[in-house]
Each structure stands twice: as C-alpha cells, then as structure tokens.
C-alpha cells in the first residue's frame, strides 16, 4: 500500500514539476506556435532518435560489463532517467540508472562507471576531433597548421609509450577489452548520438536562419561538450556558453543561437511530457501482462 501511495505521489510531483516550469516559462510555449508542421516533425523524430540509441547504448553497454538486461527494460530506464536528467543538477540522469541498476539488478558502480567511461571517451573524442578539424580549416598560416599537427602527433606518440611502458595502463587497457564486439557498438552509439544531436540543432537553427550542415555539426560539438560542466538542468546556460565562445569556428551568429535554444528549450519540455505520459502508459501495460502471465512481479520493469 505504501510503495503505490509512493509511487502516486512521485507522479503528482512530477507532473508538478512540468506545471511549474511552464508556468514560469510561458514564451517557451508561446515559441512552438510558429514552428511549421515539418519543423516539428523533425524535432519529434530527432529526439525519439536519441531516446532509442541512448538506451541502445545503455544495452550494450551493460553487455561490454557482463549484465544483461531485457530492452525494454532499458528503454523506459532511459526514458526516465532522461526526464530526471534535464530537471536535476549536475546532469544527473546517470545517477539515477546507477542506483536502479544497483538495487535492481546488482550491478556495481564500479561496472556502471566503466561504461560511462567507455562511452564518454569516445563521445570527447569524435566531438573534439570535429573542432579541431574546424580550427585547422580557420588557420591562415601554414606554419600554424602544422604546429598543431606536430602537437597532436606527439600527444599521440607520448600516449602509446606512457600505455606500452607502463604496466598499470597495460593492464587498464586489457580491462577496456577491444575485441569485445560491444565496445565498436558503443562507438557506433556515440557516432549516431551526434549525429542525431546535430540533426535536431540544424533542423533548430535552420528554422531561425539558413545555415550549413558543416557549421550545424561544429555548433553540435562545442554544444555537447558543455554536457561535461553543465550545472543547471538542461545545462541552461552553459550550451550558450559554449557556442557562443566557438562562434569563430560555426560562424553562426548570436541571434540565430539564441532564437534556436528558446525554440530547443520550448519543444524539449513539451517533449519530455509526452514521453513521461507514454512511458507511464507503456509501463502500466508491461505490468498488467507480466501479472497476468504470474503472481510473482519482480522482474517486471522499473516503475
């Protein structure tokens, strides 16, 4: 009786925390009236991608550990921790699949920290690369451009003599298991998160002003890495930062940046809703099977 009084009271809070942020936010809705049919479309389709291939990262990622999982069960754990994650401080959806999963399914936290060490790697270092591919191209001199290749050469000789040399990084090295099939699977997710990511900015910044596909995909790199610091929910703030900082290399101007995050901004929370509703609805219905199928419902998902 007390955990489903717990669980109505979790729903109301959350439904209450929606209420509150629009009330507080009225010109975020008041921003979606003037968005086209196909403007909108292409937002819903590009963040239902990124729900999708995030709990396709979750899933892999719990096989690269050992754990397996049912999908489904990773879906609506990504659909909610996604919702926590724009609300709490310190981006803290992570935290809430940690501790699910730990109470759950027994995994540890060391485990659940290699993953999002694994998939944060190659995250920083497909989105670093895409700026740097943007500050070479903005070099007028030569011998700048090859400074910074030289850089990058050492940086990469420095790190494969620190690894070969020294056994304790040898021996991280065997743990991150390169031929595990799971590992290319998460580089995949990161790949495809970016590339999702960047279709939504575009299909955002293309809406307020015309704009390149190259300079989208450099302002989705200066953006995501503002995901590292972000101490606001939704990063408020520190995504503006970030592109705005990187202006020279996206050449997108300050009032296209800031027309398309109200218009991010406005959509997203408006998204967020319809997932909480669906996922409330599509976890009712996985327990109403489940307990028709048995009287013993510990293994149905979160909820």
Same mark, same amino acid.
């Given at each position: 009786?007390?955990?489903?009084?717990?669980?109505?009271?979790?729903?109301?809070?959350?439904?209450?925390?929606?209420?509150?942020?629009?009330?507080?936010?009225?010109?975020?809705?008041?921003?979606?009236?003037?968005?086209?049919?196909?403007?909108?479309?292409? /937002?819903?389709?590009? *963040?239902?991608?990124?729900?999708? =291939? +995030?709990?396709? #990262? @979750?899933?892999?990622? !719990?096989?690269?550990?050992?754990?397996?999982?049912?999908?489904?069960?990773?879906?609506?754990?990504?659909?909610?921790?996604?919702?926590?994650?724009?609300?709490?401080?310190?981006?803290?959806?992570?935290?809430?699949?940690?501790?699910?999963?730990?109470?759950?399914?027994?995994?540890?936290?060391?485990?659940?920290?290699?993953? /999002?060490?694994?998939? *944060?790697?190659?995250?920083?270092? =497909? +989105?670093?690369? #895409? @700026?740097?591919?943007? !500050?070479?191209?903005?070099?007028?001199?030569?011998?700048?451009?090859?400074?910074?290749?030289?850089?990058?050469?050492?940086?990469?000789?420095?790190?494969?003599?620190?690894?070969?040399?020294?056994?304790?990084?040898?021996?991280?090295?065997?743990?991150?298991?390169?031929?595990?099939?799971?590992?290319?699977?998460?580089?995949?997710?990161?790949?495809?998160?970016?590339?999702?990511?960047?279709?939504?900015?575009?299909?955002?910044?293309?809406?307020?002003?015309?704009?390149?596909?190259?300079?989208?995909?450099?302002?989705?790199?200066?953006?995501?890495?503002?995901?590292?610091?972000?101490?606001?929910?939704?990063?408020?703030?520190?995504?503006?930062?970030?592109?705005?900082?990187?202006?020279?290399?996206?050449?997108?101007?300050?009032?296209?940046?800031?027309?398309?995050?109200?218009?991010?901004?406005?959509?997203?929370?408006?998204?967020?809703?319809?997932?909480?509703?669906?996922?409330?609805?599509?976890?009712?219905?996985?327990?109403?099977?489940?307990?028709?199928?048995?009287?013993?419902?510990?293994?149905?998902?979160?909820?």
């Amino acid at each position: 009786m007390l955990k489903k009084l717990l669980a109505v009271l979790v729903i109301l809070a959350t439904f209450g925390v929606f209420g509150y942020y629009l009330y507080n936010n009225p010109e975020q809705l008041r921003s979606l009236a003037g968005l086209s049919p196909l403007t909108l479309a292409g /937002l819903t389709l590009g *963040y239902s991608l990124m729900i999708g =291939i +995030n709990a396709l #990262i @979750l899933h892999w990622s !719990l096989h690269f550990v050992g754990y397996r999982i049912r999908l489904l069960e990773n879906l609506l754990l990504t659909g909610y921790s996604t919702i926590v994650n724009f609300f709490g401080p310190l981006q803290s959806g992570p935290g809430v699949r940690a501790v699910y999963l730990k109470k759950r399914h027994g995994v540890k936290l060391r485990d659940f920290t290699v993953t /999002l060490v694994v998939f *944060y790697l190659f995250f920083a270092a =497909i +989105n670093g690369t #895409i @700026l740097l591919l943007a !500050l070479l191209s903005r070099l007028s001199s030569p011998l700048a451009y090859l400074l910074t290749i030289l850089g990058v050469l050492v940086i990469g000789v420095l790190g494969y003599v620190l690894i070969s040399k020294n056994a304790k990084f040898r021996r991280a090295l065997d743990l991150i298991k390169l031929r595990d099939r799971n590992l290319w699977r998460i580089a995949f997710g990161a790949v495809a998160s970016i590339a999702f990511t960047g279709f939504i900015y575009y299909v955002e910044l293309s809406h307020v002003s015309d704009v390149s596909i190259v300079s989208a995909l450099i302002y989705t790199a200066a953006a995501n890495f503002s995901l590292f610091v972000a101490l606001t929910p939704g990063a408020i703030g520190f995504r503006e930062a970030f592109v705005l900082f990187t202006q020279q290399l996206h050449g997108i101007d300050t009032a296209t940046i800031l027309g398309a995050n109200i218009i991010d901004r406005a959509f997203y929370i408006v998204f967020l809703l319809v997932l909480f509703i669906a996922l409330l609805l599509v976890n009712a219905r996985t327990r109403f099977r489940f307990s028709a199928n048995t009287d013993d419902t510990s293994n149905a998902p979160m909820g």
